[in-house]
């Protein structure tokens, strides 16, 4: 799917212009970027493998991608549960 057309089909999926629904559309966004630098760093690590240095840093910068990736992701899911619950 075209990255136009999924961004599209995301901002009808969302709706209204509450705060609340833009915060949520907000941090989808913020996520899926997040997602895409995580696949930007792991490419640098391939792309680096010939020099030990410059790899070891490319991995240092990919699993700190991927640590924020991940604290994302619980942030948003205990937002959804505390919506879920009424909280």
Not at 44 to 65: R, S
């Amino acid at each position: 799917m075209p990255a136009k057309e999924g961004l599209g089909m995301e901002k009808k999926r969302w709706g209204d212009k509450s705060p609340e629904n833009s915060m949520n559309f907000g941090a989808h966004l913020a996520v899926q970027q997040l997602a895409k630098a995580c696949d930007r760093a792991a490419q640098e690590v391939i792309a680096k493998q010939e020099d030990e240095i410059a790899c070891c840093l490319a991995t240092e910068n990919f699993i700190q991608q991927v640590e924020l990736l991940c604290l994302m992701f619980s942030a948003a899911a205990k937002h959804t549960l505390r919506r879920k619950d009424g909280n």
